[in-house]
């Protein structure tokens, strides 16, 4: 985002330190603005939350009373009965009730209460600063950079390098992009929803589902939790309980299942089997952030197996390509004796082309490679038996089929 919005800048005229400048800028600017809204929303629900302390408490006595009055409900019920004791203190500066004996602390200095204070505020803003300046610097050093990692991989194929960058720079970028429309789509849905339901902080619930989307499979889960807890808590009944959890459940499908594929479709190069075994193995080295970045990180490991014929074992396990052709595929079946897979195959080549163009550019392919193996006796007695039945069972299974293409 920022390479793409320096260069914009640059072409419409603006200097190279100034374009630079002006993303890392922009960018802060905007982060800076989603931040203070967030925590204004932030300070308004903790002020709210002691007079929600009378709906959380009728709501567990009303549980309580429909699961019984004994057992784990009913300490449950207890604990919970003592959390809400606290809420209720919580902003009102009411006293905790403590034992005869205090021991009172030692009065700090005014210079150690503001550094106390402002200790986490720094870390959060020189984290924030580190940040930027390595994006500025990565920006402006970007080409100096590109020419270290080629010098790297090796320059005696310099077209081969600079076509596995280019691939992996476009399919990375494009993910990337498109993930980060469709989770900000999904946030701005999901915060819309709520404020139609009435729960409060709704901007600050949304924006926290946007961004947990981006870790893969549980993300969407975590951010359906505090603002279902939120409404728990504030309506004395169970309709925004519900409303919110029926939000969640028609909006994730739909972004899920038919936003993500229409945009991301194949361009991550990656087969839906390797994106949860490389979700599993990123997490488990780095943890949370090796989860965010799995797919990035596998898609750059796949773009190599294509260009390096050593590691072209990674495209073949981890990449969307089929790896059989559908002649190899076709011949593979049959001696399995599963002429059920290559059938659906073959239904979905006659969508577009004739039943005889099938059989002469697959079927007669794969009688060939199984006529060389019958010469070399490779395929026999009972293998050669199955070879004959699977075909025989395609062929008259393929017999209903119009010899015309479905649609041109």
Same mark, same amino acid.
């Given at each position: 985002?920022?390479?793409?919005?320096?260069?914009?800048?640059?072409? =419409?005229?603006?200097?190279?330190?100034l374009s630079?400048?002006?993303?890392?800028?922009?960018?802060?600017?905007?982060?800076?603005?989603?931040?203070?809204?967030?925590?204004?929303?932030t300070?308004?629900l903790?002020?709210?939350?002691?007079s929600?302390?009378?709906?959380?408490?009728?709501?567990?006595?009303?549980?309580?009373?429909?699961?019984?009055?004994?057992?784990?409900?009913?300490?449950a019920?207890?604990?919970?009965?003592?959390?809400?004791?606290?809420?209720?203190?919580?902003?009102?500066?009411?006293?905790?009730?403590?034992?005869?004996?205090m021991?009172?602390?030692?009065?700090s200095?005014?210079?150690?209460?503001?550094?106390?204070f402002?200790?986490?505020?720094?870390?959060?803003?020189?984290?924030?600063?580190?940040?930027?300046?390595?994006?500025?610097?990565?920006?402006?050093?970007? &080409?100096?950079?590109?020419?270290?990692?080629?010098? =790297?991989?090796?320059?005696d194929?310099?077209?081969?390098?600079?076509?596995?960058?280019d691939?992996?720079?476009?399919?990375?970028?494009?993910?990337?992009?498109?993930?980060?429309?469709?989770?900000?789509?999904?946030?701005?849905?999901?915060?819309?929803?709520?404020?139609?339901?009435?729960?409060?902080?709704?901007?600050?619930?949304?924006?926290?589902?946007?961004?947990?989307r981006?870790?893969?499979?549980i993300?969407?889960?975590?951010?359906?939790?505090?603002?279902?807890?939120?409404?728990?808590?504030?309506?004395?009944?169970w309709?925004?309980?519900?409303?919110?959890?029926?939000m969640?459940?028609?909006?994730?499908?739909? #972004?899920?299942?038919?936003?993500?594929?229409?945009?991301?479709?194949?361009?991550?190069?990656?087969?839906? =089997?390797?994106?949860?075994?490389?979700?599993?193995?990123?997490?488990?080295?780095?943890?949370? #952030?090796?989860?965010?970045?799995?797919?990035?990180?596998?898609?750059?490991?796949?773009?190599?197996?294509?260009?390096?014929?050593?590691? &072209?074992?990674?495209?073949?396990?981890?990449?969307?390509?089929?790896?059989?052709?559908?002649d190899?595929?076709?011949?593979?079946?049959?001696?399995?004796?599963?002429?059920? &897979?290559?059938?659906?195959?073959?239904?979905k080549?006659l969508q577009?082309?004739?039943?005889s163009?099938?059989?002469?550019?697959?079927?007669?392919?794969?009688?060939?490679?199984?006529?060389?193996?019958?010469?070399?006796?490779?395929?026999?007695?009972?293998?050669?038996?199955?070879?004959?039945?699977?075909?025989?069972?395609l062929?008259?299974?393929?017999?209903?089929?119009?010899?015309?293409?479905?649609?041109?």
């Amino acid at each position: 985002i920022f390479s793409a919005l320096a260069g914009r800048l640059q072409r =419409l005229g603006a200097g190279r330190g100034l374009s630079i400048a002006g993303a890392v800028a922009a960018a802060a600017l905007v982060i800076s603005l989603v931040g203070y809204m967030a925590v204004q929303q932030t300070a308004d629900l903790a002020a709210q939350l002691p007079s929600y302390r009378l709906t959380i408490h009728n709501k567990i006595e009303d549980v309580t009373k429909k699961f019984g009055g004994s057992g784990d409900f009913s300490r449950a019920s207890g604990v919970i009965g003592e959390v809400l004791a606290d809420l209720q203190n919580f902003g009102t500066g009411a006293p905790h009730p403590v034992s005869s004996v205090m021991v009172k602390p030692e009065e700090s200095s005014g210079l150690a209460r503001i550094g106390s204070f402002a200790s986490p505020l720094l870390h959060v803003f020189g984290t924030f600063a580190a940040v930027f300046l390595l994006a500025a610097f990565i920006l402006s050093e970007r &080409e100096d950079l590109r020419n270290r990692l080629i010098k =790297l991989v090796g320059t005696d194929d310099l077209q081969q390098t600079t076509a596995a960058m280019d691939d992996a720079a476009q399919r990375v970028g494009r993910m990337l992009l498109s993930q980060l429309a469709v989770n900000a789509t999904f946030g701005l849905a999901v915060g819309i929803g709520l404020w139609f339901i009435g729960i409060p902080s709704a901007f600050l619930w949304g924006l926290l589902a946007g961004i947990l989307r981006f870790v893969p499979y549980i993300g969407a889960i975590i951010g359906l939790v505090p603002p279902l807890l939120v409404a728990f808590a504030f309506d004395p009944g169970w309709s925004a309980f519900l409303w919110t959890l029926g939000m969640f459940a028609l909006i994730e499908p739909v #972004v899920g299942q038919g936003i993500e594929p229409v945009l991301y479709g194949h361009s991550s190069g990656l087969s839906p =089997l390797a994106v949860v075994v490389s979700a599993t193995i990123w997490a488990f080295l780095w943890g949370a #952030v090796g989860l965010v970045l799995a797919t990035p990180l596998t898609i750059c490991l796949v773009v190599m197996g294509r260009h390096i014929s050593r590691l &072209e074992f990674i495209d073949i396990l981890l990449g969307d390509s089929p790896p059989l052709t559908p002649d190899e595929m076709f011949y593979q079946r049959m001696l399995a004796g599963d002429p059920r &897979e290559a059938r659906q195959h073959a239904v979905k080549f006659l969508q577009q082309r004739a039943l005889s163009t099938y059989y002469d550019e697959i079927a007669l392919v794969a009688i060939r490679r199984a006529h060389s193996d019958i010469i070399r006796h490779k395929v026999a007695d009972e293998r050669l038996a199955t070879l004959l039945q699977s075909t025989d069972q395609l062929v008259t299974s393929l017999d209903a089929v119009s010899d015309k293409p479905l649609w041109h």
